[in-house]
Nanobody
Framework: QVQLVESGGGVVQAGGSLKLSCTVS????????IGWYRQAPGKQRELVAV???????DYADSVKGRSTISRDNAKNTVHLQMNSLEPEDTAVYYC???????????WGQGTQVTVSS
């Protein structure tokens, strides 16, 4: 089994920063792409950022210019640096990974980000 474990969530004031991390572990695996979704109460889960195994990145318009997604050399840890946070960023953030082997989409348990106004 492949497991995704997130960390770095918390409560920050508007304008502050957080760095979320997600580590993939378990059976031998190969990651196609990995990234972050978020979901606020009563709202649909939305894509925040994604990075491919080749290093290509994509961001939601709402966070573009304020966030940076990156991976370490092991290719099994992804980070999301979020700056200039806004109350609208408040949500549960979920790490997800599209795994080539074992094939499937895997999700972390989620980490709460709360931005006070």
């Amino acid at each position: 089994q492949v497991q995704l474990v997130e960390s770095g969530g918390g409560v920050v004031q508007a304008g502050g920063s957080l760095k979320l991390s997600c580590t993939v572990s378990g059976s031998p695996f190969s990651i196609n792409f990995i990234g972050w979704y978020r979901q606020a109460p009563g709202k649909q889960r939305e894509l925040v950022a994604v990075i491919t195994s080749g290093g290509n990145t994509d961001y939601a318009d709402s966070v573009k210019g304020r966030s940076t997604i990156s991976r370490d050399n092991a290719k099994n840890t992804v980070h999301l640096q979020m700056n200039s946070l806004e109350p609208e960023d408040t949500a549960v953030y979920y790490c997800y990974a599209n795994i080539l082997y074992p094939s499937g989409v895997y999700w972390g348990q989620g980490t709460q980000v709360t931005v006070s106004s």
